[in-house]
């Protein structure tokens, strides 16, 4: 469980690489079961997430927590993003974060 | 647009420099910061302020890609969050890193900006990087939180932008300088030039530092070039410089704008303004 670094920034297709590590995703929030909702990333991909609480379903959230498998995050801080978020963007950040300019973040 | 047909003998017969100290500084080409002494905002990252290179160990001179680092501009969240009398202290987590934030609150409208701050806010903060004991702190100019969260995605690609720009700009010092690119008027017939000056310009040609222009002021400030009345002809300067002629002209316009050096007996002969 790593909480020290810097967060990392991903979408799905990231977040096996960062497993045990601390990342933060936007993720709209498709279904709600409980202690476990799904949402759909950036890349327009499932994910699971654990630990947040009651949020407005299609809503997007910004997860900030430790990467628990490839396809999961726990949870520890939210950030309502609202409905008006371009995941596009978000999403190239996300690449550029992780790939040609990871200098600059990580 | 003033200077491109200059009788030089009017127009210094006053002294001093010209009125267009002022350069047109709007232009969009690459010419670097630090010679035109422009303080610019940057948009930066936490680790990009970590990983700034400090000049000198008692001013806080950073700089970050080859550019001095004064204001700078960035989004994060709040933690931490400690209010006193005079001052709030807070530190800023952009997910790259955390850094020490601290604003003073003298008026009224300073308490009104920090009232609504609270932790796990983002916040967007302008302010002036400050380093102390090896320590680097942000003095706080001004914080809003932030409302539209497309405003981080923003921010971090506004990052990658000018810390491209940046490191581009540095590459293409690296080789030959453009100079800013002014439509040039002046024909430049190559007449055949007078006996040459004796070679005394032996610096080294390292273009990467001295733009044309310096080269250019440095060379008609030899006592060789400031022997004859008539002073240097344009392409003697090309050939010693080694420049080509487009560029010796427009850095010899601008030179000639700044009131640096003047045309003497006719549009190629150029005397620099400063003796020896």
Known sequence: MDTSRPTVFVNAELLPMYVGRKVRAVVQVTQSDGEIKTGKSTDELQLIIKGLPQVPLMTHVEVIGIAESEQSIHAETWTNFGNTFDTQSYNQVCQLANGEFKGLFL | MYGSQFDGGAAFSGGGFMPSQTTQAADPSFSSSKNREIQSLL????KQIKEAFLLSDDKSNFTIDGVDVNNVTLVGMVCNRTGRITDVTFILDDGTGRIECNKWVQELVDSNEVEGILDGM???IHGHLKGFMGKRTLNVFSIRPITDFNEIASHFIDCIYVHLYNTRLRKLQGGVTT???MANSTSTPMKGSPAAPPH???GQYNVGQKNIEQMVLDFLQLPSSNADEK?????????QLRVSMDKLMSSIQNLVEEGLIYSTTDDFHFKSTING
């Open chain 2, 43 to 46: 948009p930066l990252t936490v």
């Open chain 2, 122 to 124: 983002y916040v967007r």
């Open chain 2, 179 to 181: 100079q800013q690119q």
């Open chain 2, 200 to 202: 005394q310009f032996s």
């Open chain 2, 231 to 239: 002073g240097v002809h344009c392409d003697v300067i090309a050939r």
